[in-house]
C-alpha cells in the first residue's frame, strides 16, 4: 500500500517562500515520477511541476517557472517543492502525486497515488 503524506504548507506574506515535502511510503521511491498539483477555491486542480524517476528532469508550469524548484531524494522517500516569490495566485491546496505506470507527468489522471494535501495560503 502506497501512502504520501505532504507538509510544509501555511500562511504568508506576498514574496515569501515556502518548502513543501512530500514522503512516500509502501514501495520503491526511485521507481515513481513525482508531481505536484494545486487547487484553488473554485477552480480545476492543475499541474504544477514534476519530476521524473532515474535522469530527474524536471517540468514546470508556465505560472510556476522561475520561481518553484521541484526535487527528489531518493535516499529519504522525498519530493520537495521550493516555493520562491509567493503570489496571491498560489494560494491553494498542494497535492503530491506518484505515477508509477507512466504516461503524461502533466495529467493528474496519469498519476496512481495522491497525497492529502497541504494548504497554502498567500496573503496580499
Known amino acids: 500500500q502506497v501512502q504520501l503524506v505532504e507538509s510544509g504548507g501555511g500562511l504568508v506574506q506576498t514574496g515569501a517562500s515556502l518548502r513543501l515535502s512530500c514522503v512516500l511510503s509502501?514501495?520503491?521511491?526511485?521507481?515513481?515520477?513525482m508531481a505536484w498539483f494545486r487547487q484553488a477555491p473554485g477552480k480545476e486542480r492543475e499541474f504544477v511541476a514534476a519530476i521524473r524517476r532515474g535522469i530527474g528532469s524536471t517540468d514546470y508550469s508556465d505560472s510556476v517557472k522561475g520561481r518553484f524548484t521541484i526535487s527528489r531524494d531518493n535516499s529519504n522517500n522525498a519530493a520537495y517543492l521550493q516555493m520562491n516569490s509567493l503570489k496571491p495566485d498560489d494560494t491553494g491546496v498542494y497535492y503530491c502525486?506518484?505515477?508509477?505506470?507512466?504516461?503524461?507527468?502533466?495529467?493528474?489522471?496519469?498519476?496512481?497515488?495522491w497525497g492529502q494535501g497541504t494548504q497554502v495560503t498567500v496573503s496580499s
Open positions: 502525486a506518484a505515477q508509477y505506470y507512466g504516461g503524461s507527468v502533466s495529467l493528474g489522471g496519469d498519476y496512481d497515488y
Open positions: 509502501g514501495r520503491a521511491f526511485q521507481a515513481y515520477t
